[in-house]
């Protein structure tokens, strides 16, 4: 097959779709890539580094997208992008597709196959692919609301861990997956007086065994989250309903309940944000102010950190990668966990929660499959 990697335009985007080291894999597969000239200057890798790893240069984001059989990206495609992709082309990247109706409509209108790397599962039920990122958003998310509780940058002038005789930030936590877990492991190796909310007993408890009673629990309750939010220096929002938009979880009226410069890290907003005055930020303008607490909303945190994340991203979506571009959509109907991760199949949306998020019509996938995904 052949593989297209063009650079990512996204607004502060560095990361790419394949690292040399996986073009390699791909090219020992028997397939032929094509990587847009300057993919990956933003992890540190020069055209050659992929000729050397077997890929073709090509000179344009056109070039790429006309010739390509599968384009694999990191972030959701822009409009100029959408328009470039046709009918019978794979899409492989992050697309989240809930709360971004424009998008969604675009790739319907193309024809591709949209493949979506948050909604693919894995054998034990979790969200292999998104799984990488959402750790590294969930350390970065502590970095920023330490950034911004700073006062040269606009917040109150506190310090996450305190020092002796002074008292720690307290940091509350909304949702104890994978990104929540990893903000508290962060805030608590900085010495932050931290709480995690969420909406399962049995995670709390395996939360609790996890950091040993260094946080404490609490059951999402509005009660519960009301009262964590009065005490809150910083709040992060670490919620996920796979393929649906996050829920409200602090509206704007319980703003007024919170500290004035109390910082909001809405880790949530690639699916529409989980606070309701949040709207998406860049890393270049990452904050702004509502009711005097500060949010910050950055809709691609981990392109911060492009070298980590891109390895990281890279060795969990490669074999997913390999069986589409060995198997074409054959690979969707071995392996039920790919399967999930389609969202658009030439013109008709496959997602359910994306299609109740959007009150579309939704196609059930398995009937696609039945037909043999022509």
Known sequence: MK?????????????????????REYVRAGHEVLVETGAGEGIGCDDNAYRTAGARVGGSAAEVYAEAEMIVKVKEPQPEEWRRLREGQILFAFLHLAPDRAQTEGLLASGCTAIAYETVTGPAGGLPLLTPMSEVAGRLSVEAAGAALKRHTGGPGLLLGGVPGVPAARVTVLGGGIVGSQAARMAVGLGADVTIIDRSM???????????????????????IEGEIDAADVVI?????????????????????????????????????????SH??????????????????????????PVTSSAALNNATLPYGLALAARGLEALGDDPGL????????????NRQVAESQQATWTDPSALLSARLP
């Open 3 to 23: 593989v297209g990697v063009p650079r990512e335009i996204k607004a502060e985007e560095y990361r790419v779709g394949l690292t040399p080291g996986a073009v």
């Open 202 to 224: 049995p995670r709390l408890r395996a939360l609790d065994d996890m950091f040993g009673g260094r946080v404490r629990t609490r059951m999402s309750t509005i009660d519960d």
């Open 237 to 277: 929002g670490a919620v996920l309903v796979p393929g649906a938009e996050a829920p409200r979880l602090i509206t704007r009226d319980m703003l007024g309940r919170m500290k004035r410069k109390a910082v909001l890290v809405d880790v949530s907003i690639d699916q529409g944000g989980c606070f309701e005055t």
């Open 280 to 305: 998406p930020t860049t890393h270049h303008d990452p904050t702004f102010e509502v009711d005097g607490v500060i949010h910050y909303c950055v809709t691609n945190m981990p392109g911060a950190v």
């Open 339 to 350: 399967m999930a991760g389609l969202n658009v199949h030439r013109g008709k949306l496959t």
